[in-house]
């Protein structure tokens, strides 16, 4: 993993975009993370820096479900971002969740983590995994079928969040 990388991270949360940088440092792979607060601010960016294709965008899992599709169609409306992997970032991800997501037209799925080491763990392992080639969904049932696997995957983000707070308050 010696060649540096360009990353575009979309979260609305400053401290896991910092959490982010922190664990790009410590995997001495980064060129430059660029962050956005959100995806209209996101494509202006790209739109405004031709010159600085990056090599993976990593999408905040919370954010509006129709902002989502949206994002992934204009992206890959722009030529040279067509094969740019988009990664799914979420609080959880399991590997039976990997199917949903591409075909939402997302490359993987990161779990976010609250571990700075973990992060950089599965950050490592991404970036030394082969991803497959980008699916582009078709437009018509794209975004239906994206806004039905996202509030299922969701769901289960969300459960698995509260169940150990759930634990904590039976103790």
């Known amino acids: 993993m010696s060649e540096k990388i360009i990353s575009l991270l979309i979260d609305p949360d400053r401290d896991r975009r910092n959490q982010f940088y922190l664990a790009l440092d410590l995997l001495n792979v980064s060129k430059a993370c660029i962050s956005q ?3 209209s601010k996101a494509l202006d960016y790209l739109k405004k820096h031709a010159g600085l294709p990056p090599d993976y965008i990593f999408l905040d899992s919370l954010l509006p479900s129709d902002e989502a599709p949206h994002f992934l169609r204009e992206l890959r409306k722009i030529k040279r971002l067509k094969q740019v992997p988009v990664i799914w970032y979420a609080p959880s991800f399991a590997p039976e969740q990997q199917q949903a997501i591409r075909e939402a037209g997302f490359a993987a799925g990161l779990a ?19 991803l497959q ?22 769901l289960q983000t969300q459960s698995l969040l509260e169940a150990p707070e759930h634990l904590l308050t039976h103790s």
């Open 112 to 130: 976010k983590q609250s571990d700075l080491y973990k992060l950089k763990g599965n950050l490592k392992v991404l970036f030394q995994s082969e």
């Open 37 to 39: 607060d959100n995806t």
């Open 133 to 154: 080639e980008i699916v582009v969904p078709d437009e018509a049932s794209a975004a239906t079928r994206f806004k039905m696997k996202m509030k299922e995957m969701l």
